[in-house]
């Protein structure tokens, strides 16, 4: 069934009482909606999690192949159709290889990490190279894909980059451009100043924004999951919104909590192409799982980042 239109929406969310990953799905106050059938509507949904690639910076963090069990208990709970992976890079464990174990062998997901399209060397996978994007077997179809070097007038390390798939849905007869990317931060640039990162990551967006502007046309989607190191109302958003054509599922969404996680994770879409039902940050906490209880808090989430979620329905 396709979704056309607000008004579509609310007539499916008026007829349609649900559970979403098992758990009653409520409105916010501020919801305009009924409840709404996520299962039986069959909307896209889609993650952007960074993983932490280590244990943070004062190791206050469960070791990665603790924590990558969470992230792949997160991922089987919520079933997510994409997802973009951050810091998914080479530390204690090789994230791209533990994932695509957990997610892929069972035939659920198939992947295109960064690696695949540079062939990068260990050494050369930093946490900013650290980027997968996986996608349900059954439901879509890959393209194409690739990778592009964000460049700079002056040195930034470690380098930046944004990957990209483009899907067919076979479910809608929908075409899809994924995007995926982990913005500078001002200590990667030479004078490791505010300004500069603020500069470098302005330089990034408008990089990101043309290559959306050439590939997504008005019968394509697009999704963006990214940790973009930058607040809403920051250079590099004001950017990538150039014009409304693309915007964050958290500023469109008919039903918003308020919650963003830690505020720099960001899921972009196309609302001329598709209608924002929800969207929202994941509890991330696993203190339950953990014996000693007596562990500064962060040791019992699975990352420094809460996984976003988006969920949406084509026009």
């Known amino acids: 069934m396709k979704i056309k239109g607000f008004a579509a929406l609310l007539l499916v969310c008026t007829q349609m009482l649900v559970s979403l990953s098992g758990c009653a799905y409520t409105q916010s106050a501020a919801s305009t909606t009924s409840n709404i059938d996520f299962l039986t509507s069959k909307p896209i949904s889609v993650m952007s999690f960074n993983v932490l690639d280590g244990y943070g910076n004062d190791n206050n963090y469960s070791e990665p192949a603790i924590r990558e069990k969470w992230v792949v208990e ?3 709970e919520q079933s ?8 998914a890079a080479y530390n204690a464990i090789t994230w791209k290889d533990e994932l695509q174990k957990d997610l892929c062998e069972n035939g659920e997901y198939n992947y295109r990490a960064l690696d695949q399209e540079e062939n990068f ?29 964000y460049s700079y007038t002056k040195e930034v390390k470690p380098v930046r980059y944004f990957q990209w798939v483009k899907l067919y849905d076979r479910v809608y007869d929908k075409n899809i451009v994924m995007t995926n990317t982990h913005f500078s931060l001002a200590a990667d640039t030479e004078s490791k100043a505010a300004a500069e990162g603020v500069m470098v990551r302005n330089s990034q967006a408008n990089t990101l ?5 050439a590939n997504v046309t008005e019968d394509t989607v697009l999704f963006a999951t990214g940790d973009y190191n930058s ?3 920051e250079d590099s958003h004001k950017t990538l919104q150039t014009g ?10 008919v039903d918003f909590d308020g919650n963003t996680g830690t505020g720099v994770d960001y899921i972009y879409t196309s609302p001329a192409t598709v209608t924002v039902a929800k969207a929202t940050a994941l509890s991330y906490d696993f203190a339950e799982k953990l014996e000693d209880k007596s562990l500064n808090d962060t040791y019992y989430r699975a990352s420094d980042h809460a996984p976003i979620m988006t969920w949406a329905y084509y026009k």
């Open 74 to 76: 997160i991922i089987n």
């Open 244 to 253: 409304k054509q693309f915007l964050p599922s958290f500023d469109i969404a």
């Open 209 to 213: 924004y043309h290559f959306w502007k």
């Open 80 to 87: 997510p159709d994409l997802i973009g992976f951050q810091e």
């Open 121 to 149: 060397a260990l050494e050369k996978m930093t946490i900013a190279a650290g980027l997968i994007i996986f996608w349900k077997a059954d439901r879509f179809e890959l393209v194409e894909s690739g990778c592009h070097q």
């Open 231 to 233: 607040k809403n109302f």
